[in-house]
């Protein structure tokens, strides 16, 4: 089945940098669209971060861009997010999340997801 | 960036009631690209309805989609217990993509 598997989270002190990876398994991850998306505490979603399979395209929200950046290693199954001038606003939970098919330009609805990791921007 | 106002922000509702969610985009969703998510406190979203009216895999038949262009609409229609939750609508067809700020289902 499928899994998503996140890690990478932690507590940061403002300005910092830090690296989140998402380990994937059960569908064929080099040809899967991904994003990232977070959840402050007690808030709503947001969308972070698109990447098509094969890594030619990526999206940002307008809030992370400049500063976040989404790769992949499709060698490795796995999905990355480089953040860095981290914020206060930015503590949140990531998920990792697998678009339902590929193809739509900016990403497109989410199928499954990973149980996120808890990134806290405090000094 | 298109801006989504989920409505009611909470509704209160019995089980065996239906509920009907709302959701109205600042601007035209393009090719109804909406989805609805259900979401339960610890875990991740769950993906219901996309293209506005497709229910996801194995999604209950009591959940349906509705509507187009900046109107869109989410029907549970009988509650169950295990429907008491958050629910978010994202739109996928332009960037940004966004969600709304939920519509929580709560136990009258």
């Known amino acids: 089945q499928v899994q998503l598997v996140e890690s990478g989270g932690g507590v940061v002190q403002p300005g910092g940098s830090l690296r989140l990876s998402c380990e994937t398994s059960g569908f064929p991850f080099s040809g899967q669209d991904m994003q990232w998306v977070r959840q402050a505490p007690g808030k709503g979603l947001e969308w972070v971060a698109f990447i098509r399979y094969d890594g030619t395209r990526k999206y940002y929200a307008d809030s992370v861009k400049g500063r976040f950046t989404v790769s992949r290693d499709n060698s490795k199954n796995t999905l990355y997010l480089e953040m860095t001038s981290l914020r206060p606003e930015d503590t949140a939970v990531f998920f990792c999340?697998?678009?339902?098919?590929?193809?739509?330009?900016?990403?497109?609805?989410?199928?499954?997801w990973g149980q996120g990791t808890l990134v806290i921007v405090s000094s | 960036e298109i801006v989504l106002t989920q409505s009611p922000g909470t509704q209160s509702l019995s089980p065996g009631e239906r509920a009907i969610l709302s959701c109205r985009a600042s601007?035209?969703?393009?090719?109804?690209?909406l989805a609805w998510y259900q979401q339960k406190p610890g875990q991740p979203p769950r993906l219901l309805i996309y293209g506005a009216s497709r229910r996801a895999t194995g999604i209950p038949d009591r959940f349906s989609g509705s509507g187009s262009g900046t109107d869109f609409t989410l029907t549970i229609s009988r509650l169950e217990s295990e429907d008491f939750a958050v629910y978010y609508c994202?739109?996928?067809?332009?960037?940004?993509?966004?969600f709304g700020g939920g519509t929580k289902v709560e136990i009258k």
């Open positions: 601007q035209s969703v393009t090719s109804s690209y």
């Open positions: 999340a697998k678009d339902r098919s590929s193809g739509y330009y900016y990403g497109g609805p989410v199928d499954h």
């Open positions: 994202q739109q996928y067809g332009s960037s940004p993509l966004t």
